[in-house]
């Protein structure tokens, strides 16, 4: 466990068997990208995809916080289980922080049969930046979905797939099970880093739809989700951050050579690499940090929001947004300079492809090319200076 984590950490603890057992071959399982369908079952089985709903649909009512522990401590030993998991975990966050309904509640029972939400929002077309050119049509049949979505993160794995689309000029959800007729989901994520997320393509054909399986968006309704869904990517770096201290410490004590110019006989008792070592754990432990103060405001936003109070809600829901970009400034940089910085520990024998040690960079550097830090700076400093709000929702146009 992070030495700095301060949330309670019993479901982690209750899990740790289980993650460690899917780490184990975590590297190998990369280098031949073999895509984890046993080990997100086996996350199943084990009750992890529920952890957050209420106990009586069968899940452990985990906070906030320890939901994105559990995150990180996965993505420790594998943050490419940890991101497959990010837009189930929203989609239960926005299903149990949503008006009591019947639909709502048939949602819920699903999650608690364990069905799997993954995700179809993003697309590689012409549509400007807050347009989307999938569509959803009435016909004399019924509704029908037509489109293609690419970086579907987690949907190859998915029972359901989430579909953002436009009916009629409006941005509406669809519902989709993933084995429907005209749903393809193809394999073709090519990136060097996350390789085993699914990310790649799902197109719809013709998909008929149901109209209880369309949610229209309510700008007007509070939501956290643009924060919550960052966060579980700071999550997942997180955990990297954690497993770069676990490499080091377990390559230096291995180690039996040195440098003859090395400051003592062994690699272990050399005061330079324990300082480099020291040093990872310190970035890990601001990475720790900045995660656990923008999950406790994202508890906070949720407490607002589920107690309907309207002199807090919209505060506590920018308080989140603010620290999970503030967050993003943290983690990101003090992970990937860690990432490079793992490999002053040793010499040649740290770049053998059997050690997987570049994946640290390689994941990171990948996850943190979403929502480009560059930008969430500048908007910081637009709020800092001018009060601009940060905006709540992150799209692209063409890519």
């Not at 432990?285 to 656990?292: E, R």
């Amino acid at each position: 466990m992070s030495e700095t984590a301060t949330i309670d950490r019993e479901l982690a603890q209750r899990f740790a068997p289980l993650f460690d057992e899917l780490g184990r071959d975590a590297a190998e399982r990369e280098r031949e990208r073999r895509l984890p369908y046993a080990e997100v079952e086996a996350l199943r089985q084990a009750g992890f995809t529920r952890v957050t709903l209420p106990r009586r649909y069968g899940g452990e009512e985990a906070t906030h916080g320890e939901l994105f522990e559990l995150l990180a401590e996965l993505a420790r030993r594998d943050p490419n289980l940890a991101q497959l998991f990010r837009s189930h975990f929203s989609y239960i966050d926005r299903t149990l922080h949503a008006p009591a309904s019947a639909d709502r509640e048939a949602r819920l029972a699903r999650l608690a049969d364990g069905a799997i939400v993954g995700n179809a929002s993003h697309e590689r077309s012409t549509a400007k930046v807050g347009s989307l050119a999938t569509r959803l049509t009435e016909t004399p049949g019924g509704l029908r979905l037509n489109g293609t979505k690419f970086y579907s993160t987690g949907t190859l794995f998915a029972d359901l797939v989430g579909v953002a689309a436009e009916q009629d000029g409006e941005f509406v959800s669809v519902l989709v099970e993933t084995d429907a007729t005209g749903v393809e989901r193809i394999d073709d994520w090519t990136g060097f880093g996350q390789r085993l997320t699914g990310s790649g393509t799902t197109v719809f054909t013709e998909v008929a739809v149901d109209a209880s399986a369309v949610t229209r968006r309510e700008p007007e309704r509070p939501s956290h989700g643009g924060a919550f869904v960052q966060l579980v990517l700071l999550a997942a770096v997180t955990g990297i951050g954690r497993a770069i201290v676990d490499d080091a410490g377990a390559f230096v004590r291995t180690r039996t050579r040195t440098y003859s110019h090395g400051a003592a006989s062994t690699a272990q008792a050399d005061p330079i690499v324990q300082e480099v070592v020291g040093e990872l754990s310190a970035k890990s432990f601001a990475a720790d940090a900045a995660l656990a103060a923008a999950t406790t405001a994202l508890g906070r936003s949720s407490a607002a929001i589920l107690g309907a109070d309207p002199d807090l809600v919209q505060e506590r829901i920018a308080a989140v947004e603010i620290a999970t970009a503030r967050a993003q400034l943290v983690i990101l940089p003090a992970v990937l300079d860690a990432a490079t910085a793992l490999f002053d520990v040793g010499g040649a024998s740290a770049v053998e492809t059997h050690r997987a040690l570049d994946r640290h960079w390689r994941n990171a550097r990948t996850i943190a090319s979403h929502n480009p830090s560059r930008f969430k700076a500048r908007a910081i400093g637009d709020h800092v200076v001018n009060g601009t709000p940060i905006a709540s929702w992150w799209s692209t146009g063409e890519a």
